[in-house]
T-cell receptor, first 112, second 112 residues
């Protein structure tokens, strides 16, 4: 039972490049989330999903897109990366809406 | 606790002592609260949660106390061990919301 798996673990991008972060969970959870974590700040919600085929905006959605084509996967895309998107990104999933989230180990992204 | 800026509140305790980490939450309508532990380079790990119809909940070596009158949450760790060194986050959820809102964290340091 792997829980929540994120790939890649590290990535460096140049401004304007695009990339996709992949999150996979094997707990059959309906709810999935993408958070970003910046130094000295708590986790901020980017986008979330309440089930397969659904997505919704969180607190800081600008510059990001998401897709949930399969229940177990939640993808976070950056179409044109900016230095302000340098951060650590965490994916999470939960059985109940907004409760007892299980987190992945994170992706450290640097945009130069 | 909560803070603004790049510097996390820090709590230093002696190994074997009890630790108390405090959190002031923002929304009086919040009905669910949770504590996470985050070690360096890892994702947040669930510690304990509590609903607003309770004042206290105990786990293994941890106790969460909720004071709704002053919107205060605390995490007590008994007999603190070196492995307890981490950043601790509280989070809250309001009824009907799909997301957790995280505080900025407190760094717990254990002195030998």
């Amino acid at each position: 039972n792997a829980g929540v798996t994120q790939t890649p673990k590290f990535r460096v991008l140049k401004t304007g490049q695009s990339m996709t972060l992949l999150c996979a969970q094997d707990m059959n959870h309906e709810y999935m989330y993408w958070y970003r974590q910046d130094p000295g700040m708590g986790l901020r919600l980017i986008h979330y999903s309440v089930g397969e085929g659904t997505t919704a905006k969180g607190e800081v959605p600008d510059g990001y897109n998401v897709s949930r084509l399969k229940k177990q996967n939640f993808l976070l895309g950056l179409e044109s990366a900016a230095p302000s998107q340098t951060s650590v990104y965490f994916c999470a999933s939960s059985y109940l809406s907004g409760e007892k989230l299980f987190f992945g180990s994170g992706t450290q992204l640097s945009v130069l | 606790g909560e803070s603004v800026g790049l510097h996390l509140p820090t709590l230093s305790v002696q190994e074997g002592d009890n630790s108390i980490i405090n959190c002031a939450y923002s929304n009086s309508a919040s009905d669910y609260f949770i504590w996470y532990k985050q070690e360096s380079g890892k994702g947040p790990q669930f510690i304990i949660d509590i609903r607003s119809n309770m004042d206290k909940r105990q786990g293994q070596r941890v106790t969460v106390l909720l004071n709704k009158t002053v919107k205060h949450l605390s995490l007590q760790i008994a007999a603190t061990q070196p492995g307890d060194s981490a950043v601790y986050f509280c989070a809250e959820k309001i009824p009907g919301a799909q997301k957790l809102v995280f505080g900025q964290g407190t760094r717990l340091t254990i002195n030998p």
